[in-house]
């Protein structure tokens, strides 16, 4: 390494801790920038050369560098999206808030030919603005430059295999691995593409789904775990809860309905209607059945799960199905264990006893159920 190099060197280890410094505000803006839009983001990461590693760039093209505020890429950050097409929206937040040195920045996604795959990334020289960050002390934080490089994670898993071969380019690997690592990239450009369709159409699914519970159109929404999820948004269970409440006197605390989800679909049902039919057939004698467990108890609180519980006993007892479906239900919410049976047995008790499904059940009517 020649003189000049090694000056550039010295002056690099006398202002590392500034480097630290840039670091620490960059990553810790990148961050609130991101939260700020709502954005999730697969990472957001920041490395400073090693002077080792500055020391090997110094001997291979030191000349072509003044001193260190030449060298632009001492400090690298970099910010991996999950879809290609956030990269974009990040750019926005980097370019909205930093100091761009244009002449230097470079959209590697426009480099490559129409009918060549490679690596695909954003990368941005910047500076820390002032209005950022000063310190009158430090002025060189807001003078040193540095590179903020943006791609999705895909596009990240290429640059980092192809960076692993040790090759800086395409043009660098040998051309029998040519079609083999150009084969890789497409399949990987491929897959960042159809990631993204696939969240759009999900996303567009969504909308779907919301409208038709939104306009009651339950009969047309399949029931997962998206509209069920917005169908609970409905709070389809508050006007049975909230008239068992009002019988006793008693405080809803809301629990969760997750797990009912499979509990539904163990049950047959295919459509959000069948829940809506569930409610609309049942809801008279479930108000009963939770009446009487509720009956002659000193409570202050229920759960909000109490109107939902009563309404799956009473649908399998309006089934036909007695005390072995309520076994089976209380299987499939609690798991199998000796209790079930206890309970399944108190519950049939009280039902009977207020006139809900006299039937008894066989063990092939359970099997129907399973």
Known sequence: MDLHSEMILDEYREKRASFEVISKIVVEKLHAFVAQSGLLVNSISARIKTSQSLAGKLERKGSKYRNLLDITDILGARIV???NDEVDIVADMVTKHFEIDWEN??????????????YLSLHYICRIPESMYSDPDHPEINQYRFEIQLRSALQDVWATIFHDTGYKSDFDVPREYVRSMNRLAGLLE????????IRDGLHAYREKIHKAIFEKRYSEVQLDADSFKCY????PFDALNQRIAKAYN???QDASFTSYLFIFNKMGFKTIEDIEQMIRTCSADAY??????FAGKDLDIMASTVGIRNLCHVYILHQGKGLEGLIWLQDIVYGQR???KEMAERIFKKAK????????????????ID
């Open 232 to 235: 609970l948004e409905t709070r």
């Open 81 to 83: 999206t999950y879809f």
């Open 353 to 368: 006893s207020i006139g809900i499904g006299q039937e008894s059940a066989s063990v092939s009517e359970k099997n129907d």
């Open 190 to 197: 491929v897959a960042d593409n159809e990631f993204k369709n």
């Open 288 to 293: 009963a059945l939770a009446a009487s467990q």
């Open 105 to 118: 920045s470079v959209d590697k996604r426009k480099l490559l030919d129409p009918d060549r795959f490679g």
């Open 250 to 252: 008693l405080e809803i």
């Open 338 to 340: 000796p209790s079930n």
